[in-house]
């Protein structure tokens, strides 16, 4: 038989040992739950940054802006054959409303909006323009953050244009198009504020977006997002230089790690044409987001 004094020391053995396993049951559950609301909170709160691409003449470039005129040209086409519109309405409702499709819908005349989307987006010839891209893939494959294709046009057309880069691949995200948008454009901030809404991105200034339009810029940035301006000239040949709008402004989709390096995993910068920075009023630069 065991003495008192040993199944005293025994009891206490016992009691030391649940006594540490069940703190260590306790704090094991505390370390578990704070790291999941911690997770929560980040994703509640938009931590981590969201980049936004632009589609036509931004994942991709024209020198002489090819696709864009024969886009333009599709728009006018169905405005005059499809509406009987006067030559260069489709024009002047674009300039007003940001698409010509939101003109049509907000002045009220009658089309059918799968047929345009179908005939104004009928590209036979994308192909001759639009090039398998492997150093864009590349690239776009180093980038760390959630990114979106953001576009005016439509999720066909856009997937059309990444099928031929090569890209489509690199996005796990629908495409943000204009339905999605709810045919709201980019010169309009509820384009941004449904486009955070998809991304589950709450913080506008964590908001990244690359765009060849400065109109697009411009409320993008007076929404509070970052941006990336593609393109040294407009369609009409004037300089994009000192664009107040714009964070940077580069000539190619390729030379994003130059001005936005921490959105990669690999922080090292192209070899790429010097980028332009957007100046103040007093002409100092501006710090880098």
């Not at 997770?39 to 090819?66: H, K, S």
């Not at 001759?128 to 959630?146: A, Q, R, T």
């Not at 004037?238 to 000539?251: L, N, P, Q, R, W």
Request: net charge positive; proline share 3%; aromatic share 10%.
């Amino acid at each position: 038989r065991l003495s008192s004094t040993v199944m005293m020391d025994l009891n206490l053995l016992a009691a030391l040992v649940f006594g540490f396993t069940l703190v260590g049951f306790v704090v094991f559950g505390l370390v578990t739950n704070t790291a999941k609301g911690n997770r929560m909170n980040v994703a509640d709160q938009g931590g981590r940054p969201t980049l936004f691409i632009d589609c036509d003449d931004t994942l991709y470039r024209n020198e002489d802006w090819e696709m864009a005129k024969m886009i333009t040209q599709n728009i006018e086409d169905y405005c005059t054959k499809n509406l009987f519109l006067p030559e260069g309405q489709a024009y002047e409702l674009y300039k007003k409303h940001g698409t010509c499709l939101r003109g049509l819908q907000n002045e009220g005349i009658k089309f059918d909006v799968n047929d345009y989307f179908e005939k104004v987006h009928n590209l036979p010839e994308a192909k001759e323009y639009i090039k398998e891209d492997s150093e864009l893939k590349e690239m776009l494959k180093n980038l760390k953050v959630d990114k979106w294709v953001f576009t005016a046009s439509t999720e066909a057309h856009a997937t059309n244009c990444m099928n031929l880069l090569g890209i489509t691949e690199c996005f796990s995200n629908p495409v943000i198009d204009v339905k999605a948008s709810k045919f709201f454009t980019k010169h309009h901030r509820e384009c941004y504020d449904i486009a955070m809404e998809l991304a589950r991105q709450k913080d506008p200034s964590l908001c990244y977006i690359v765009d060849d339009s400065l109109s697009n810029l411009k409320t993008a940035k007076l929404r509070g997002w970052k941006t990336t301006l593609v393109g040294h000239k407009t369609r009409d040949g004037k300089s994009t230089s000192g664009f107040e709008y714009a964070d940077h402004i580069i000539g190619d989709l390729k030379e994003l790690p130059n001005v936005w390096p921490f959105l990669f995993h690999n922080q090292t910068t192209q070899q790429k044409p010097a980028v332009s920075k957007r100046k103040t009023s007093r002409g100092k630069r501006r710090k880098a987001d």
